[in-house]
């Protein structure tokens, strides 16, 4: 059983984080690369936040929207 989770350490630690390794030691030398993937997952949030608020002024405009305070049974 122990070999098991040693195999999932080695997995993790020697072959999948390795990516991340490098950015780390990437930091040293320049911030904005160390920082990619939080740059790309930004860019894919802000992107979709401008879509959705896009879309809710669109059903805003064709009255699709229900704003009755009743629309939920438990606002009753």
């Known amino acids: 059983m122990k070999a098991f989770f040693e195999a999932i350490q080695s997995l993790f630690v020697d072959f999948l984080f390795k990516p991340f390794d490098?950015?780390?030691?990437?930091?040293l030398d320049n911030?904005?690369?160390a920082n990619i993937v939080s740059w790309i997952l930004m860019g894919i949030c802000t992107y979709y936040m401008i879509y959705w608020c896009k879309q809710l002024a669109a059903h805003q405009r064709n009255n699709e929207e229900n704003q009755d305070t009743t629309?939920?049974?438990f606002l009753k």
């Open 71 to 73: 629309a939920h049974s």
């Open 31 to 33: 911030w904005f690369f």
């Open 22 to 27: 490098w950015l780390r030691s990437l930091e």
